[in-house]
Each structure stands twice: as structure tokens, then as C-alpha cells.
């Protein structure tokens, strides 16, 4: 039977849906004519101290570069997450806490309960020193106290930086030292699985790293009791320094465009940079997003199962949902654990009605088959999302028919770090789904596709994906490096912003992500820089060189696959493979293990010396099947051809 490609509308949902049809085509019209009309109206949905009146100042033109929004706007963030709602919303429920454990018991935070514990951790903060601007390091696991500490900075205008709680020292010292944090909040020790991660051993052997002397103070959140090494004064309990500060504070005014956050993101090239979102933009941003693509409804569960350490986590588990004064639930653990039916049984148990997660995991579940599924209910669902990479339809349509019942509308939301929000995705009242497709722009976002010369294609194309213009949640620059900002985004194709990712456009206008046509390896949603990955191994003594690339991988969407040249007289062995993967799992975390390691007598390099990467790209994803000399394309300027040769014959074949 053949699968349709095109999942029309359903009528059901759309008699509900916020957005229909006409609006999206209207809006959509009105937003590109008239951004500051259109922007202006969507920013009443705020809470101003000072209401904007400067809507857009934006110019991705190199001689005139700016990017302001709401410019003579003030607002507070955190205000608009919790105080706003106290009026209306004071006992419902804004966090929904699913601990790891399913024997342990779930918690509810109410707004009024929520602004309670935000006040008392601003107030504590203040106290402790941390004025507007600083900036504080969060190195959480996913509880409560993360997005508790998030809102607590924005109050007071700390700028907060998440650390991804499966990050290496490495990483973690990497950020607090580029960011010159102050402070840091972790915890003892973090649940994921029923496996223990010692967060705040972590932070200690970060701490030890040059550049990190900037903190001045760790709040250790005490989560599962364990006993850690506290180093006084620098070392302080979370609850100890929080419970006796008063349940009120005062919220900083906080002008549209000061920033609200940092979040470190790889790149092509170097370390991972430090990405700033500022407070206005950002917030109606999110908050708009959340509301229109999951169609967000009053009473409304809503679960997305990112982590907080990542973007995702920032705009549509605590800003977007926050502000617009619904449930979120957020949940400590993994879908596997204890069984492959956790997630669908946190959806009966909580009544999810929205719920959103990423291919990967939806892969990894389907590989477990319909049975676990459909042993639970989930006849609260009325609406899917992905996101964080290319949803491959085999996997989209199982999600549909078996996790929706071929009931609830799959919205894949394209969109990134840099973006602060949903830029492609579908509005389920109002546009016709097809699987692998995010389909089409969200209001005021102008995607273009280019070719490798910066020319514009028109109608059904395959290129690079660019935006023309500016929206509210754009990032404002790279943390202490704004050229580096202007550099990775604005001068590849003048005058727009270039994505990193290449995109297929259909006939019907449709856009398909094709993934990232940099050096940038998305491995289960997680965007990790082959040059962090060489930068690991080469510190490792017994390597000489070493060059990443991704390959094809059925889970993971992308693998790791590293080729590394031992210093002269080093042998390989087994144990050396072994011994270099630990290594990098070391040097940055887990997420960054490479899944396959091919030693390489050496490396395809033009007479410049530059490594052909194209080759080795080539090399990796052929797998088993023949690769003929011509499948490599142009090797003429290798300086050594026969490298070629030994590294095709070697390869790993799946
Ligand atoms: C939100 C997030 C961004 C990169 C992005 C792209 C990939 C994200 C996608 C997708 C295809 C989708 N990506 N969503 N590709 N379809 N729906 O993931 O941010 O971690 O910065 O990653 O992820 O390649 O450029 P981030």
C-alpha cells in the first residue's frame, strides 16, 4: 500500500484551532508588509513597564549592520512568567514535576508557589552579590530549581548560561570561563535512568581549570542527598542560603534589548560560542511561538521532553509555556527507563494533551514496536511536535498512527539556537501536513534558498537555506565576539542570515530541511563541531592528527566518525581505540563519543594542506556498498592520492 504524502488538515482540530487557513494566509501577508504593525500588535501580549513605541530597527546589511527590537521598551521576564499570572492563574499549576523514578512522587508547582521560590532565590542571589549583568552559570539536572533559577536571574537581570548536565568539566569550564560567571548553581548529583551523575564533582574538577576564577560562590541544590566535598566559603547549600530571604522581590526593569541569556552552541569552527538573547524580542518571540504552533489552549498539559540545557528547553519548556501562564511538565528522566513505555504512561498519569520531543527518541522507540504503546491510553493527546533535526517519514508516520492514532497533528518545528524560536513549522488548523517536511514559515519569517553563489532560487529549488529578514527572537551576538557574530552569519551570502543548513523547497512551496551543509554534526538532535571533536583527540598524547565528519546512523540520524593518525612509532590497537573514545567522552561529555574511529596512516590533503573533508564525508557514509575511485569526485589536488586508497579498504562497512 502506498503511504499518502500529504496529510490534509484535520477538520476536528481545525474547528478549534486557534489559527485557521485564512488567518495564516492573512497574517502571514501583513507580517512581511508591515513587520512593525504586525509586531507591534503581537508585543501587547506582554507585560511592560514601559511599552515599546520603536518596533524594528534591523539591517543585515554589512555597512549598516543592527538588530533592535522594542527598542525603548522595559520589561521583566520573570515578571511576565509568574507575577503576571498571580491575579488569574495563582493556584494553577506552571511546573508539573516528573521525577525519574516512577515510584517517587510527582510534584505541582503553582504560579503562586512558583513566584514564591523565584523571589526567594532572586533575593538571594542579590544578596550574595550578583547585580544586573553578571552572569551565572546553571548546571542543573532536570528539576524544578532550573527553571526556578533561571526566572531568579532574569528578575534581578543576571544573565543566565545552562550547562547541559551531561557536559565534561571540560565544557563546563570552557563556559563559565568565557562568560565570566560569578556564580554557579548545580546539585549534588543528577537521576537520569537510575543512574547517578555526579554534577557537583564536576563543577569542583571545572573549578580546578584555568580561567574559571570568576566564581565567586556554588549553590549546591541538595537533590539525592548524596555526600559531596562542600569547599567553604566558596560552597553553599541552595536551601540554606534561600529559605530565610523574604517571599518578595523587586523585579529589575529591564530595557528590550539587555540580555536575558547565554547559551554555548557549536559552530564550524572553534570553541562553542557563547549565544545572547536579549529580554523583549526574545520573549515575544517565544511566547508567540508556543502559543500558535501547539495551539495552546487554557487548559492545556503540556510536555516537552527537551532538556533545559539546550535551547529548547529554554523557549518551550520554561519562557514560551511560562509566559503564556500554562502547565509544562518536565521531566527528569529517559524514555527507556524503567521501560519503553515511560513516556506514554507520564502522558496517562498527567493527561498530556500536548506533547513534544525529538526523532531520535521517537526512532529509538519505534525500534521497541507498537506494543508498548499501545498498552497505554493516550486519548488525552490532541497535538505532536518534533524537533532538532530532519524527521525521517518512516518515523513521522509511526508517531502519527501509532502514538496520535492518526488523531493528532504532527507539527515539526524547524528551528535554532541562533533563532530563539520556531521559524518553519506547520500550524495544525491551518496547513496541510506531509511527512519530513516543516513545511512552512511561521509569520514574519522570509526563508530564501541559495545556491553555492549567493543566488536567490525561485520556485521548487534545493539549496542553502538563508533568511532575508529579522524577527523578535533572532540572537544580538556572540558573547564577547560580535565579529565572530557578523563573520559565521552575515558574510557568507551578504545581507542575510545564513542558517548553516541546506533545504529542499517543493512545488507546493514546502520546505524539506536537508540537514547542516557545515561542519557541524547533529547526533540525536545535539549539534556537536567536528572541530571540538578533533580538538579532544589531538590532545590525547599518543595523536598526531585527526579528522570528523558525520555518516548516516539509524538512530542518532548522525554518527561520529573520527579518523585519527597516531604519532610516528605509536601502534594501534584495540585498546588505544577504546582508550581515545573514553578520552573524548572525558574531554567534553558523552553526547561527543565518536561511534566509530578508523585509524588512518594519513589524512587526504590538497598541497596546501587542507584536509579534504569531502573525501572523508564520502569515505564514511559509503558503508558497505562499492566505492569506486570516480564516487570520491575531484581528487586531483591531493597532494598523496594513495591515502585514499588505504582509507577506503579500511573503512568501517555497516
Ligand atoms: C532547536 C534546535 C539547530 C539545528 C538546525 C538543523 C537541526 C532543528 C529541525 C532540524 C530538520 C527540524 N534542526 N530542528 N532539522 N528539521 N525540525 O534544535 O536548535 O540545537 O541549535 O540545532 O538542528 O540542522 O540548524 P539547535
Known amino acids: 500500500m502506498t503511504q499518502p504524502a500529504c496529510y490534509p488538515i484535520s477538520e476536528a482540530f481545525a474547528a478549534r484551532a486557534r489559527i485557521g487557513r485564512d488567518d495564516y494566509q492573512r497574517d502571514y501577508a501583513q507580517s512581511v508588509s508591515e513587520p512593525e504593525a504586525f509586531w507591534g500588535r503581537i508585543a501587547q501580549r506582554l507585560e511592560w513597564f514601559r511599552a515599546p513605541t520603536r518596533i524594528k530597527d534591523t539591517s543585515f546589511a554589512l555597512e549598516d549592520f543592527r538588530i533592535r527590537w522594542y527598542e525603548d521598551g522595559e520589561l521583566n521576564a520573570s515578571v511576565n512568567c509568574v507575577d503576571r499570572h498571580l491575579a488569574t492563574r495563582g493556584d494553577k499549576t506552571a511546573l508539573l514535576f516528573e521525577p525519574d523514578s516512577p515510584d517517587a512522587p510527582s510534584q505541582r508547582i503553582s504560579y503562586r508557589q512558583l513566584h514564591e521560590r523565584v523571589c526567594k532565590l532572586a533575593n538571594a542571589l542579590r544578596a550574595l552579590g550578583v547585580r544586573k549583568g553578571d552572569r551565572v552559570t546553571i548546571y542543573l539536572p532536570m528539576i524544578p530549581e532550573a527553571a526556578v533559577s533561571m526566572l531568579a536571574c532574569a528578575r534581578i537581570g543576571a544573565i543566565h548560561n545552562v550547562v547541559f548536565g551531561g557536559f565534561a568539566p571540560n565544557s563546563i569550564a570552557d563556559r563559565v570561563a568565557d562568560s565570566t560567571s560569578k556564580l554557579v548553581i548545580t546539585a549534588d548529583e543528577g537521576l537520569r535512568g537510575g543512574r547517578k551523575v555526579p554534577l557537583k564533582a564536576n563543577v ?57 541569556f547565554l547559551l554555548y552552541t557549536s559552530g564550524s569552527t572553534g570553541k562553542p560560542k557563547g549565544v545572547l538573547h536579549t529580554t523583549g524580542g526574545y520573549l515575544v518571540y517565544a511566547s508567540y511561538t508556543h502559543e500558535a504552533v501547539f495551539d495552546l489552549r487554557e487548559d492545556d498539559v503540556y510536555w516537552c521532553t527537551a532538556d533545559v540545557g539546550w535551547v529548547t528547553g529554554h523557549s518551550y519548556i520554561v519562557y514560551g509555556p511560562l509566559a503564556n501562564g500554562a502547565t509544562a511538565l518536565m521531566f527528569e528522566g529517559v524514555p527507556n527507563h524503567p521501560d519503553v513505555s515511560r513516556f506514554w504512561q507520564i502522558v496517562d498519569k498527567h493527561q498530556v494533551t500536548i506533547f513534544y520531543t525529538a526523532p531520535t527518541a521517537i526512532r529509538a522507540l519505534m525500534r521497541d514496536g507498537d506494543e508498548p504503546v499501545r498498552r497505554t491510553s493516550r486519548r488525552s493527546l490532541r497535538l505532536l511536535g518534533t524537533v532538532g533535526e530532519p524527521i525521517n517519514p518512516e518515523a513521522w508516520r509511526w508517531y502519527y498512527e501509532v502514538v496520535g492514532d492518526s488523531r493528532c497533528p504532527i507539527v515539526d518545528t524547524w528551528w535554532q539556537t541562533e533563532t530563539g524560536g520556531i521559524l518553519i513549522s506547520p500550524l495544525a488548523g491551518a496547513i496541510d501536513l506531509k511527512p519530513g517536511s516543516a513545511t512552512k514559515p511561521f509569520f514574519g519569517v522570509q526563508p530564501a534558498l541559495v545556491d553555492a553563489g549567493g543566488n536567490v532560487l525561485e520556485g521548487e529549488a534545493e539549496g542553502n537555506l538563508v533568511l532575508l529578514d529579522s524577527w523578535p527572537g533572532q540572537m544580538r551576538t556572540v558573547y564577547g565576539d560580535h565579529q565572530r557574530f557578523i563573520d559565521t552569519y552575515f558574510k557568507t551570502y551578504p545581507g542575510t542570515y545564513f542558517t548553516g543548513d541546506g533545504c529542499r523547497r517543493d512545488a507546493d512551496g514546502y520546505y524539506w530541511i536537508t540537514g547542516r551543509v557545515d561542519d ?34 539509524d538512530l542518532k540520524g548522525q554518527g561520529i566518525y573520527a579518523y585519527v593518525t597516531l604519532i610516528a612509532g605509536e601502534a594501534n590497537s584495540d585498546a588505544l581505540r577504546r582508550d581515545l573514545i573514553a578520552h573524548v567522552r572525558s ?51 591531493l597532494a598523496d592520492p594513495s591515502v585514499v586508497e588505504s582509507l577506503v579498504n579500511e573503512r568501517l562497512r555497516r
Open 204 to 260: 569542583d574538577a571545572a573549578l580546578k581549570l584555568p580561567g574559571t576564577d570568576s566564581v565567586e560562590t556554588v549553590l549546591v541544590v541538595r537533590h539525592t542527598g548524596a555526600a559531596v566535598e562542600m569547599q567553604m566559603p566558596r560552597d553553599r547549600w541552595f536551601d540554606a542560603v534561600v529559605n530565610d530571604q523574604p517571599a518578595q522581590c523587586e523585579p529589575e526593569r529591564m530595557n528590550a534589548e539587555d540580555p536575558l
Open 520 to 553: 557541524v554534526i547533529n547526533v540525536s538532535g545535539h549539534r556537536i563541531g567536528t572541530a571540538e571533536v578533533e580538538s579532544a583527540l589531538v590532545s590525547h598524547p599518543k595523536v598526531a592528527e585527526a579528522a570528523v565528519v558525520g555518516f548516516p546512523h
Open 587 to 637: 574531554e567534553i561529555g558523552p553526547i561527543a563519543t565518536p561511534d566509530h574511529l578508523q585509524w588512518a596512516p594519513g589524512l587526504p590533503k590538497t598541497r596546501s594542506g587542507k584536509i579534504m573533508r569531502r573525501i572523508l564525508r564520502k569515505i564514511a557514509e559509503s558503508g558497505s556498498s562499492e566505492l569506486a575511485p570516480e564516487q570520491l569526485g575531484d581528487t586531483s589536488t
